[in-house]
C-alpha cells in the first residue's frame, strides 16, 4: 500500500464546536495546539455554512492549504486532513475505515457519548491507523485487531484483571 507521507491529522469534532479526540502528526504545519485549534475552527466555519446536512455521506473541503475529507455523524465530524494535493483516494479510504471502526466498536450508530464511553480503544485504534503521518492500514477490522494487540501486550499490574485472560483475546468465550 502506498504511504501517505504529509496526513496532518484526524481529529474528531462536536457539532457544538468541541474537539472530541484527535491525534496530529508532529511533522505537519499543524504541529502545535494553536494551529490545531485555529484550523479546527476554520474547518467547523465551513462545515456548519456549506456542510451542514445531517446527512450520512463523505463531503472534501480545502482550508488553508489543507485537504479535509469528512463525514457526519449524529452529533461529531469525523475529519481526516492532510497537505493539499494528496492521494484523494487513499484520504477517503482511510475516513470509512475511521468511520466503520467506530461503528464497530461502539455496536451502534455512534454519538459523542458512545465516544467517550469507548475511548481508550478508538483511541488505540485511530493511533493503529496512521503513525507520523503516514496509513498504517485502511481496513477497519485490522487496526481493531491491533489495538487489541497492543493491549494484549501491556504488562498486567497484580491484583487486576486483564480483559485478555477473563474474557478471551477478541472478548469471546
Known amino acids: 500500500m502506498e504511504n501517505l507521507e504529509k496526513i496532518a491529522g ?6 457544538t464546536g468541541e474537539r472530541i479526540m484527535s491525534q496530529y502528526n508532529p511533522f505537519s504545519r499543524l504541529n502545535s495546539t494553536q494551529k490545531q485549534d485555529e484550523f479546527e475552527r476554520a ?22 492549504g489543507f485537504s479535509a475529507f469528512f463525514t457526519t455523524n449524529s452529533d461529531f465530524y469525523i475529519v481526516v486532513v492532510a497537505e493539499e494535493g494528496e492521494n484523494e483516494l487513499l484520504l477517503d479510504e482511510l475516513l470509512r475505515s475511521i468511520d466503520s471502526a467506530f461503528l464497530i466498536v461502539c455496536g451502534k450508530e455512534p454519538t459523542s457519548k458512545q465516544i467517550y464511553k469507548n475511548y481508550p480503544e478508538l483511541l488505540l485504534m ?5 503513525e507520523k503521518g503516514r496509513v498504517l492500514t485502511t481496513l477497519p477490522e485490522e487496526a481493531i485487531a491491533n489495538s487489541l494487540l497492543q493491549d494484549y501486550k501491556r ?16 472478548g469471546f468465550m
Open 43 to 64: 474547518l467547523l466555519k465551513v462545515l456548519r455554512t456549506q456542510f451542514g446536512s445531517s446527512k450520512k455521506e463523505t463531503n472534501f473541503a480545502i482550508i488553508d
Open 10 to 15: 484526524v481529529s474528531i469534532l462536536g457539532k
Open 155 to 170: 504488562p498486567v499490574k497484580a491484583g487486576s484483571a486483564s480483559k485478555v485472560t477473563s474474557r478471551g483475546f477478541f
Open 126 to 130: 485511530l493511533n493503529e491507523s496512521f
